[in-house]
């Protein structure tokens, strides 16, 4: 799909997620790829305890709002009874946070993927727990401060790698993606869609009150950390992971750390 062949129509609308929101774009754009035969599963994160007040939700598809760990267990169940049913047309997807696939939910993830059943799972990473006030996760990066590294103190490990988990697994489809390449996103939901199995996406996310930049630069700090090196764009085929995207220029990442007030501590520390 060309960028100029994106669907006008939002099946996502009157969210309250924060200005800038990288993970409101994310959830935008993987509707316009999916269309209305979609059905969501999404676990408690920002998308469901913020954009969603009951009785109402943003969504314009069937979505159920399901426990932190489960995300797993329910779209792998959803999928067994559409197939029951001999619905296969409809596209099941997990839209869950860092914490949620990383941390809480890897276990039931994990379970799903073997289980072999048709669906989507998305994880959007914006590097924290951020509706919860910023705490770190297994996908904070080195060098990032969060409230539970405060202080002259910043996270000291690396993220979690998930695409070499998932590709454990011998799942038929893996990519990694980023908000700011829209058509490259887009492109990989509707391939993921398209196979008969288990599927995995882990989006870059950026969060402007958690990551510390102006909200109107969320396009550019997710391109920065592609032409940084920091985040790649890849798909995993065949067992290989393939890169989709090579940056035309190559940032220094001090830039992107320097664009960011969670790096803060990182950079004075470096001296």
């Known amino acids: 799909m060309r960028l100029t062949e994106i669907p006008q129509e939002e099946l996502y609308q009157g969210s309250l997620g924060c200005s800038g929101c990288g993970s409101t774009l994310a959830v935008r754009l993987t509707l316009k790829a999916l269309g209305r035969r979609a059905i969501f599963v999404v676990p408690a994160a920002c998308i469901s305890t913020v954009s969603c007040y009951f009785p109402q939700t943003p969504f314009r598809v069937p979505m159920l709002v399901m426990a932190f760990a489960a995300t797993g267990a329910a779209i792998s169940g959803m999928s067994a009874a559409l197939k029951r049913q001999g619905k296969s047309d409809i596209t099941v997807v997990g839209f869950a946070g860092d914490g949620g696939t990383v941390d809480i939910g890897l276990q039931s993830l994990s379970c799903a993927l073997e289980g072999g059943r048709k669906f989507i799972y998305i994880c959007y990473d914006n590097e924290a727990y951020m509706n919860t006030g910023v705490q770190r996760s297994g996908a904070t990066p080195y060098g990032a401060t969060t409230a539970t590294t405060p202080g002259r103190h910043f996270e000291d490990k690396p993220k979690k790698d998930m695409m070499r988990i998932v590709a454990a697994h011998d799942i038929p489809y893996a990519a990694t993606a980023c908000v700011s390449y829209p058509q490259d996103y887009i492109d990989k939901v509707q391939r993921a869609a398209a196979i008969d199995g288990p599927t995995y996406i882990h989006v870059l996310c950026p969060c ?40 035309r220029r190559r940032r220094d990442p001090s830039q992107y750390y320097a664009a960011q007030a969670r790096f803060r501590e990182f950079r004075s520390g470096q001296g």
């Open 208 to 247: 402007p009150p958690g990551w510390g930049y102006p909200t109107e630069r969320t396009i550019e700090i997710g391109r920065m950390a592609v032409e940084c090196g920091l985040w790649s764009l890849t798909e995993l085929r065949d067992g290989r992971f393939v890169p989709t995207h090579t940056p």
